[in-house]
């Protein structure tokens, strides 16, 4: 087919925009993982913070992308970096906040209160209880929650493209503007299958990172994370 | 900072009549897109959920997984060079975003409802249709309704896009708007296509409270 | 009112229910009794066809049930299950109307018999009928089950070890309340049970189930003692002649010849002799005299009905004597 043929004549050019598009996302993802996972775990302690952050993050959501570029570009005008990577890497941040966050509070919320007990009465101090107790148990669910963020943003990073922060977009922009079926294929194809194996891969790495013993109870969390 | 809102404010008394004409056809994509998705989606979901289809289910899961992680503007992309530019392209790509949640959480949905209510209604004397119809869907209803509301905000969501493959819509302020650099065209567009998916989200929300079982509500399932 | 013959049951090549032949009649409770996985249950739904029967035949009413269809026969028997399986969409009016909805009624019929219902198992319909079952305590749930089971007034309810998931005080409370409200309905009930004591205050006939045959058929008094297999003497426990007192009251053994102390009190002036001594009620189940008498140290008791009035003497020797009558020793 031409497409294979023009992704095959073309692979450096496909290669730097994969590249664009994979530094936008794992640096949105990164920098929500880094915000996202101590702002879940401290909310968790307060239900009235909980319920608001939740809420925000939510109507976050809500928001159609193209909308978010739509208003951050004149906002961010302002401080010259209205269009290019940075207003992109900014959307697909706050696009991560719900999943990690959401899901990070969940995790730690429905840890049985035995086990916070337990490790209390052996002396741990919260520091402590944290990093060996708590987060281990709650890295699946996490970690499903930074899968969810990956593959959406992977999406919308996409769209990015319209408003010059390259990536795989490009493609499909360029074949939409100028009637080339070839690029346009070739780039819904590959954003496709990178998605496809970043879910996949991420997958993987979830049930690696989960404690052995513990898989039957994550996917019982799962269910309620996600609906 | 007041440049800004003074010149949201003029983009949108200047671009009313266009909001109010694109809104209206942003809303019919959603509409139509989102109705075909339910008619196949809800159906799908149930069947799926039969115990003898168990097998089916999990194959068919896979699939609809697969749909779920293909990046929306790449859809639209694959839907138009099947089906030319156009409304056509933008439905199509919008009905294949919106299954996955409605039939993921109809299947899961029915699961959940507990073996001894399906039962006691067998034992009762209901025949498998009034089980359905009287004891599993109406038990179900709010993860049913959780999905179909997650599909909604996810078709509502993409709908700005169809602007790209032809669809029409609210996009079309949007993209143009980044294309010329009219920051008043651009917020017109993005203010609305926000409030918009709001609203629906919120009427949805609404439609829910309303329609679910208040027993239900109250055992907090 | 219903007779089951050579009923047979076979998953595979596991024998469940083997040739399995009795009869209840009409207005009795009948307990279906064993230890787990002994086929009772399956007997159980074989009645209603929940389960279909490899063989064998189940008549009720003098009819052949294999001449009616599933849902018909289903609809015509009422059924109650431990975890209860009311509806949590719907109210406690409209569970209880499910079957007389199913059936076709008048809906201000079924209304006003669901009002009713709730009157029979002591809910006040007022307070209840709108409620939904997450506002009802277990208990309660309960009885809205039995309710529901009875609203299109089946001659035969089925009980699948319902009261199993009630704590042990609440158990023997609703019990009682059950079996006030099968005097008051009168139905034929086939009762599954694990729990011995249940069996025996309970049921009018008991089958004992042992590896999907009946080990034994008869009353509760038959199988404590007389159980005809060491099978039945161990199920029903080494006590099981103890056993016999509950089933058994003050006035069965109340005898008009006075203990040699009160030779001299001529007809029995209740007033003088209830201040010093332990006196019981005729309705009292002989567990209950003899634990007192025990426990007081006494060789007899008074027995006075409700008014004081003068009903007979009570002796522990004639307790005594009573439990180990009518008994035969276990065949070893």
């Given amino acids: ?227 | 900072m007041a440049d800004l809102i003074s010149r949201f404010w003029g983009g949108l008394q200047y671009y009313w009549s266009d909001i109010s004409y694109l809104t209206g056809q942003h809303l019919q994509i959603v509409a139509v897109s989102g109705a075909l998705a339910l008619i196949i989606a809800l159906p799908l979901g149930v069947w799926m959920s039969r115990p003898a289809n168990q097998r089916y289910a999990m194959a068919t899961m896979q699939v609809l997984n697969v749909g779920q992680a293909i990046p929306k503007l790449a859809l639209l992309a694959l839907a138009m060079s099947l089906l030319g530019v156009g409304g056509g392209a933008a439905i199509f790509g919008l009905w294949v975003a919106t299954l996955l949640p409605v039939t993921v959480n109809t299947y899961e949905g029915l699961r959940a409802v507990p073996r001894h209510l399906i039962e006691a209604a067998d034992a009762m004397g209901m025949t498998p249709r009034e089980i359905l119809w009287k004891v599993e869907i109406p038990n179900a209803m709010n993860v049913i309704f959780a999905g179909v509301r997650t599909a909604l905000a996810i078709n509502v969501g993409t709908a700005p896009l169809a602007f790209l493959v032809g669809g029409g819509g609210l996009g079309e302020l949007i993209f143009t708007g980044i294309d010329l650099n009219d920051f008043g065209m651009m917020l017109a567009g993005a203010a609305s296509t926000a409030l918009l998916a709001i609203a629906v989200d919120m009427g949805c929300g609404l439609l829910q409270t309303v329609t679910v079982s208040r027993g239900l509500r109250l055992a907090g399932r | 009112m219903i007779q089951i013959d050579n009923l047979n049951k076979k998953f595979g090549s596991t024998t469940a229910v083997e040739d399995v032949s009795f009869n209840v009649q009409e207005g009795q409770i009948c307990v279906l009794l064993g230890p787990s996985g002994c086929g009772k249950t399956t007997t159980l739904k074989m009645i209603n066809r929940l389960i279909t029967p490899t063989s064998g035949r189940i008549r009720i009413g003098g009819r052949d049930t294999s001449e009616l269809d599933s849902v018909t026969l289903k609809r015509s028997i009422g059924y109650v299950i431990q975890q209860v399986g009311l509806f949590p969409n719907m109210t406690v009016e409209e569970n209880i109307c499910v079957v007389p909805n199913l059936l076709g009624w008048d809906k201000i019929k079924s209304r006003k018999r669901a009002a009713e219902l709730l009157e029979v198992v002591a809910l006040e319909p007022s307070k209840f009928l709108k409620r939904y079952p997450c506002e009802l305590s277990g208990g309660q749930q309960q009885r809205v089950g039995v309710a529901r089971a009875l609203a299109a007034d089946p001659p035969v309810m089925l009980m699948d070890e319902p009261f199993g998931a009630i704590d042990p005080i609440n158990r023997e409370v609703i019990q009682d309340e059950f079996m006030r409200i099968q005097r008051q309905v009168n139905k034929t009930v086939l009762f599954v049970s694990h729990d011995i004591d249940e069996a025996v205050k309970m049921a009018d006939c008991v089958a004992l189930f042992h590896n999907g045959r009946i080990e034994q058929f008869g009353s509760s008094d038959d199988l404590l003692a007389r159980p005809k297999s060491e099978f039945v003497a161990n199920f029903m426990g080494g006590d099981r002649i103890m056993k016999r007192l509950c089933l058994m009251r003050a006035v069965d053994v109340a005898t008009q010849s006075p203990p040699r102390e009160h030779m001299q009190v001529v007809g029995g002036n209740s007033a003088v002799s209830s201040r010093s001594h332990l006196v019981v009620k005729p309705g009292d189940d002989l567990r209950q005299v003899l634990s007192q008498l025990l426990g007081q140290g006494q060789e007899w008791a008074l027995c006075n009905d409700s008014d004081g009035r003068f009903i007979g003497y009570v002796h522990q020797s004639d307790i005594l004597a009573r439990l180990v009558e009518n008994t035969t020793p276990v065949v070893h």
């Fill in chain 1, 1 to 227: 087919m031409e497409t294979l043929s023009f992704i095959l004549e073309n692979g450096g050019l496909i290669s730097l925009l994969l590249g664009q598009h994979l530094m936008i996302v794992m640096i949105a993802v990164g920098l929500a993982i880094l915000t996202g996972v101590p702002v879940g775990i401290a909310i968790s302690q307060h239900p009235r913070a909980r319920r608001w952050v939740l809420a925000f993050a939510a109507v976050l959501m809500t928001i159609p992308s193209a909308a978010l570029f739509g208003l951050m570009i004149p906002a961010l005008s302002l401080i010259g970096y209205g269009i290019g990577v940075v207003p992109a890497v900014i959307a697909l941040f706050l696009y991560s906040q719900l999943p990690i966050i959401r899901n990070t509070t969940t995790a730690i919320s429905n840890l049985d209160p035995a086990l916070r007990e337990a490790a209390v009465g052996m002396g741990m101090s919260t520091w402590q209880r944290l990093l060996q107790v708590e987060l281990p148990l709650a890295v699946p669910l996490i970690m499903a929650g930074v899968r969810m963020a990956t593959v959406i943003n992977i999406g919308i990073a996409a769209i990015a493209a319209y408003i010059g922060a390259g990536g795989l977009g490009s493609l499909i922009i360029r074949g939409i503007a100028q009637s080339d079926p070839r690029q346009l294929l070739a780039g819904a194809i590959i954003i496709s299958v990178i998605a496809i194996a970043a879910d996949y891969a991420l997958y993987a790495l979830q049930r690696l990172l989960t404690p052995k013993g513990l898989n039957k109870m994550a996917a019982g969390q799962m269910k309620e994370a996600t609906t």
